[in-house]
């Protein structure tokens, strides 16, 4: 959509083709359905966010930056508001506002905007785009942008067409990827945390026993593994095979400082069962599995636990494990990480370096970024970039 309207604003007359029967359809899910559309930085701190390829985005950021996209929504008339983390969001907390924003404008520019419309093949002919064929037909065009996303959340529309369309045209393809995606675990305690929502604690992944990630925040257990922001930045660094997650439950409490805060429960409570001493501590659904971790009997008198075991109840807390055999995958991936390869294709304009007329935008192209509002900012950074560069060269090629 902003591809089309870079275009069309440079005068080009331009034509949108989505398979859907709406458009925008993933919009409406980002951000929890408030879409975070963008991160109120710098195109440095943008670029230290783009953990993949971020030197490919130089022209495109420097060109369209935050604020450019924030003004850009502005004009059109989306109030937006700088939540924590400098993440932006529209005043109505409504993702459909965007997408009604840019289908008004696609209307103001006299866009033909054709739904239900799917995209079979690009048309090249001497190296050269000549037009798509669809569903229906063909329709001869001067310049093709490829939009089509990734293969994340499918049922969106990003069935990873474009790299079919890429791959048509000469292009490589670096193996698409599900990242941002929630991790599977086949613990067996897994089921019975399901729901619980962790807060401030300190999660650390490990793949072959070498530390690959560590951070603080927010976490949550599926039914089926580990979700959350943390996990979805910890996922990024989980290659194939068996992991393992340490959390910290207690992070801002240190071993002796978690020691004597133990102590003092445990006079609280010295006569009731050692499964009934940790409510203060913990929250409740963790705690058989915490108990169950510390291997002291749960029915046990608190004046009966010893030092040692003690000891193995601090380590269950500071470092409560978990093994992860895989991902979610595609189907719950908030991004595809891979994609068209950056090296055939100009960064200053968005063109394919083999095929003339043949412009790509957005996560179709092997850059992803982390959460924030970066991955939108880079499929509307590209999106102009691309729309505008198409319009002016096939302007310039009729004059
Ligand atoms: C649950 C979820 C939440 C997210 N939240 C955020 C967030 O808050 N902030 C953020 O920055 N990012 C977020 N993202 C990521 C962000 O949505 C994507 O990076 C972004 O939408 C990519 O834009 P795009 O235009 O490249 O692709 P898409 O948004 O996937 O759009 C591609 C379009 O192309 C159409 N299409 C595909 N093939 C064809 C074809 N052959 N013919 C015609 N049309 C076709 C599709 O139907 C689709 O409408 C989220 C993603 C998910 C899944």
Known sequence: MVAAIGSARRGASVILLEKNEKLGKKL?????????????????????????????????????????????????????????????????????????????????????????????????????????????????????????????????????????????????????????????????FIPELAGLSLRNVDLSLFASGKLVFRDFGEMLFTHTGVSGPLI?????????????????????????????RVLKDFDENKNKQFKNSLDALLPSKIIPVVIEKSAIDPEKKVNEITRAERERLISAIKAFDLKVDGTEGFSQAVITAGGVALNQINPSTMESKICSGLYFAGEVLDVDALTGGFNLQIAFCT?????????????????
Request: proline share 4%.
């Open 28 to 188: 409406y899910i980002t951000g929890k359905g408030r879409c975070n559309l963008t991160n109120d930085c710098d195109e440095e701190d943008f670029l230290k966010n783009v953990p993949s390829n971020p030197s490919f985005l130089y022209s495109a950021i420097y060109g369209y930056n935050s604020r450019y996209v924030m003004v850009f929504f502005e004009s059109l008339g989306v109030k937006l508001k700088v939540e924590r983390g400098d993440r932006v969001f529209p005043v109505s907390e409504k993702a459909s506002d965007i997408t009604k924003a840019l289908t008004k404008e696609l209307a103001r520019l006299k866009c033909k905007v054709e739904t239900n419309t799917k995209v079979t093949g690009i048309r090249i002919d001497n190296g050269k785009v000549i037009g798509v064929n669809t569903g229906t037909g063909f329709i001869e065009t001067d310049a093709v942008i490829i939009a089509t996303g990734g293969l994340s959340y499918p049922s969106t529309g990003s069935s990873g067409d474009g790299y079919k369309f890429a791959k048509g045209a000469g292009h490589e393809v670096v193996e698409p990827t599900p990242a941002l995606v929630p991790l599977k675990s086949s613990e067996e």
């Open 232 to 260: 979805l930045s910890a996922s990024g660094h989980y290659k194939d095979g068996t992991a393992e997650i340490k959390i910290d439950l207690k992070p801002a409490l240190d071993w002796n400082e978690l020691d004597k």
């Open 383 to 399: 999106g102009f970039l691309a729309g505008e560069a198409a319009s002016e060269a096939v302007l310039k090629a009729k004059t």
